[in-house]
């Protein structure tokens, strides 16, 4: 049976070009709107952030997140035999 190809077929690739982007946002919430974020390459930076920001605040809650880049490569099929 052969499928029907409504949808092109893609592959996803991690960009080789691009490093994936850490972020955390303090979201404590005993202070409205404290907001205090960080941007940065790596996870060491940002787990350090939280720990100064922490100490220096008491804030213990934190959004983090890992932005990755990806692109679309087609997908090549196989004939079937
Ligand atoms: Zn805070």
Same mark, same amino acid.
């Given at each position: 049976m052969?499928r029907?190809s409504?949808y092109?077929?893609?592959t996803?690739?991690?960009?080789?070009?691009?490093?994936?982007?850490?972020?955390? *946002?303090?979201v404590a !919430?005993? !202070?409205?709107?404290c907001g &205090?974020?960080?941007r940065s390459?790596g996870? &060491?930076w940002?787990e *350090?952030?939280?720990?100064r920001?922490?100490? %220096?605040?008491?804030? %213990?809650?934190?959004r983090?997140?890992?932005?990755d880049y990806?692109?679309? *490569?087609?997908?090549? %099929?196989?004939? *079937?035999?």
């Amino acid at each position: 049976m052969k499928r029907a190809s409504r949808y092109a077929a893609w592959t996803f690739e991690r960009d080789p070009e691009a490093r994936p982007e850490y972020s955390a *946002e303090c979201v404590a !919430v005993e !202070v409205k709107g404290c907001g &205090e974020m960080i941007r940065s390459g790596g996870p &060491e930076w940002i787990e *350090e952030w939280m720990r100064r920001h922490t100490q %220096t605040t008491g804030h %213990t809650s934190y959004r983090r997140a890992v932005d990755d880049y990806v692109t679309l *490569e087609p997908f090549v %099929t196989r004939p *079937e035999v």
